[in-house]
């Protein structure tokens, strides 16, 4: 038997049961997922493309990571009105505690003394994206901003996901790059690890509801 997260809107968000845990995980996701993009960037290995974009608003506006990217969110959900996205729970909050909790992090991890050092940050980093990215998606709270971007626009064009994605994901690189944020092999890496290690990750960390369909494996 296979058990298939089933996409909700966010009234059933809220109706659903299991919130005792749900929302608790939602938290713990999206503050894991801020503090892994400190060490990614601290590692200066190179970052997701959004990161870089963040970095590269940073540099050039003098205000602080977190900031960058919690007003980068914010523009990325004004996209969301042509292509008729409708935010949940989780949505919301990934606009507040992702770069809050970016910032908050950089007080506590200093930069790196050696290369050693950098590398560990970036393998660091890689996983607890890629780990809190799954928590905080398995809470079943809807997506993130750029997460409905990328859907959104998929249901709009008609085009395949990798298309829009890979499409997605080089514009807001070329930006960043353009703005001073740091590109590296570290950037093309996470474009290819992110989607495979997150689809694990849910594995165990999507919460499975009564309303999920049920299919059997044959």
């Given at each position: 038997m296979t058990t298939v997260?089933?996409?909700?809107?966010?009234?059933?968000?809220?109706?659903?049961?299991?919130?005792?845990?749900?929302?608790?995980?939602?938290?713990?996701?999206l503050i894991g997922y801020g503090t892994s993009l400190?060490?990614?960037?601290?590692?200066?290995?190179?970052?997701?493309?959004?990161?870089?974009?963040?970095?590269?608003?940073?540099?050039?506006?003098?205000?602080t990571f977190g900031w960058a990217t919690n007003?980068?969110?914010?523009?990325?959900?004004?996209?969301?009105?042509?292509?008729?996205?409708?935010?949940?729970?989780?949505?919301?909050?990934?606009?507040?505690?992702?770069?809050?909790?970016?910032?908050?992090?950089?007080?506590?991890?200093?930069p790196p003394g050696s290369l050693t050092q950098q590398v560990v940050y970036y393998a660091v980093g890689l996983l607890m994206l890629t780990f809190f990215d799954?928590?905080?998606?398995?809470?079943?709270?809807?997506?993130?901003?750029?997460?409905?971007l990328m859907t959104g626009a998929v249901r709009v064009t008609g085009k395949p996901v990798w298309m829009v994605r890979s499409a997605i994901e080089l514009v807001v690189l070329a930006i960043g790059w353009f703005l001073g944020g740091t590109a590296g092999f570290g950037t093309l890496l996470i474009a290819v690890s992110m989607g495979p290690l997150v689809q694990?990750?849910?594995?165990?960390?999507?919460?499975?509801?009564?309303?999920?369909?049920?299919?059997?494996?044959?």
């Amino acid at each position: 038997m296979t058990t298939v997260a089933r996409r909700m809107t966010a009234i059933e968000q809220l109706r659903a049961e299991k919130k005792a845990r749900r929302f608790p995980q939602l938290l713990v996701g999206l503050i894991g997922y801020g503090t892994s993009l400190t060490f990614l960037i601290q590692s200066a290995l190179g970052a997701s493309s959004w990161s870089v974009l963040a970095e590269g608003m940073a540099r050039s506006t003098g205000m602080t990571f977190g900031w960058a990217t919690n007003l980068t969110a914010v523009a990325v959900l004004l996209f969301w009105i042509p292509l008729r996205e409708l935010p949940g729970i989780g949505t919301v909050l990934n606009v507040v505690l992702v770069g809050t909790s970016a910032d908050f992090a950089a007080l506590f991890v200093p930069p790196p003394g050696s290369l050693t050092q950098q590398v560990v940050y970036y393998a660091v980093g890689l996983l607890m994206l890629t780990f809190f990215d799954a928590v905080y998606l398995g809470a079943r709270f809807g997506s993130g901003p750029r997460d409905g971007l990328m859907t959104g626009a998929v249901r709009v064009t008609g085009k395949p996901v990798w298309m829009v994605r890979s499409a997605i994901e080089l514009v807001v690189l070329a930006i960043g790059w353009f703005l001073g944020g740091t590109a590296g092999f570290g950037t093309l890496l996470i474009a290819v690890s992110m989607g495979p290690l997150v689809q694990q990750f849910l594995r165990w960390t999507t919460v499975r509801l009564q309303s999920d369909v049920v299919s059997s494996a044959t």
